[in-house]
């Protein structure tokens, strides 16, 4: 135990998380609810589980790790019994000779070094983690090792091989799937009929990855199901259809959009994967930007009104950007109010509501009844339409930070499709603030990556010395073999200068505002992935793969 540690909100304030308003507004909070202060403050979305755990660190000089792609392997997960894990929210990462590695989230229960000593044998190394992500990890990997969800899929699949018309429970399968796309961290779920199978594929951090192939005869049977627990029209097998599953598994709760079409082969379908309890905020540090970005990020959504959109592709990490910068908006003096589709983040410092289009709450009455609401911020979760775009632009011209998001590839797009959607040049001069375009990359695996060096066509691709040390992706358990873990963003932001909004105003041609731009600092989204190459972060066939 460190002596004379600083007290958790005087540490939180020095490394610039919280400040001593939200300081003080916590601690009132506290006396209310009795919770410890790390534990009010991350409940009000003041600060992160993990701001809170990296406090922590430093408070008692112990590591921290980030586990949110972190994959142990079974082996250091069988040596501690799942009780122990359950019972001190701790969880096994790593053996190193006769040492293991643990993460905790309590330094200070005093009684984990002799409880992991006797239960292993081995000398225990403490790393701090997010506690909300040990306590998810710990039952998700213990209940894969009590419950092997592949083998048993695997055994359905050589039954029915076996035997076609064997009677195959398809809630148990069905159920076994949604589990094991969980356990993957998988976002989306395709399930596509061929000539003779039924492919089943798995989204993780953005790519498909093939799991499990079972004989066609178990495709109809499965879609059939799916389609009633999605209230789908099971007699209809020629048009699209859409529809929603909840799901359960181990306390987190999904709500499942389903979407099915027709193929030659049969009826194709997809399932995405939306947490419905929402996910754990997180800040603008952990995403992935640059010093210099962070900077033009934390200005841009310091403005006290002007609309700034994030856009990118489904997938792109849009949503959590917002709410990152939302963090950074005083929600003690403000009032902030959202309207998303569904609600992906928790935050009780601010009022969030959800779209009901049978109800006829939609993204563009949600605005008109916001301007009712006294607002100071405003999130919008999508522009889609002529509607929602005008009343989020006259929100922002009347003294209103709007937020919001679009489908567009890059940030001088927007500017067009603003434009496509009814905007007048003069009314887009007079709220837009800025445009941040982003994608997602895979981070390379740091157990297993590969220096090497650039070839020819990947120095004129991507303009960088023939002698530059670049990494590739290697196989590791840490990663699954993948060569990766987790994403980080890549971004270019279009943060409007005086001479840009008069363009914009005069209806000057795009190419010539992004011209001014560059000539003011603009960095494209190319440019800053060759910066991620270069630090060693992502690999060049990641490059090609998201941003081309």
Known sequence: MVKNRKPLGELLKENGLINEQQLQFALIEQKASGEKLGECLKRLGIITDSELAFALSKQTDKPFIDLKSFTPDETVLKILPAHLARTHNILPLKIEGHTIEIAIDDPYNLELQQIVIRATGLRPIFFIASGSEIRKLVERYYYLIEHPVDQEIASIIDLVRERPNADVDVLRLSNLILTSAVISRATDIHISPSDKSSRVFFRIDGVLEPRHIFPISLHTKLITHLKVEARMDISEQRRPQDGRISFEFLGDSFDIRVSTVKTNFGENMVLRLLPSRG????????????EDQLHLVNRLFSKPYGIVLVTGPTGSGKTTTLYAALRRQNAIEKNIVTVEDPIEYQFLMIRQTQVNERAGYTFASAIRTFLRQDPDVILVGEIRDKETATLAVRAAITGHLVLSTLHTNSAIGAIARLKDLGISPFLLSTAISGILAQRLVRKLCPHCKIASKPTEDEANRFNIPRDSVIYRPGKCPYCRNTGYMGR???????????????????????????AQAVKEGFTSLKEQAIKKLLNGETSPDEISRVVG
Not at 488 to 514: D, H
Request: overall charge negative; aromatic content about 6%.
């Open 279 to 290: 996910e754990s905020l997180l800040g603008l540090e952990q995403l992935g930007f640059d």
């Open 488 to 514: 980080t963003v890549v971004a270019e932001i279009l943060s409007f200068s005086e001479e840009m909004l008069n363009m914009v105003s005069r209806n000057e041609p795009i190419s010539e505002i992004k």
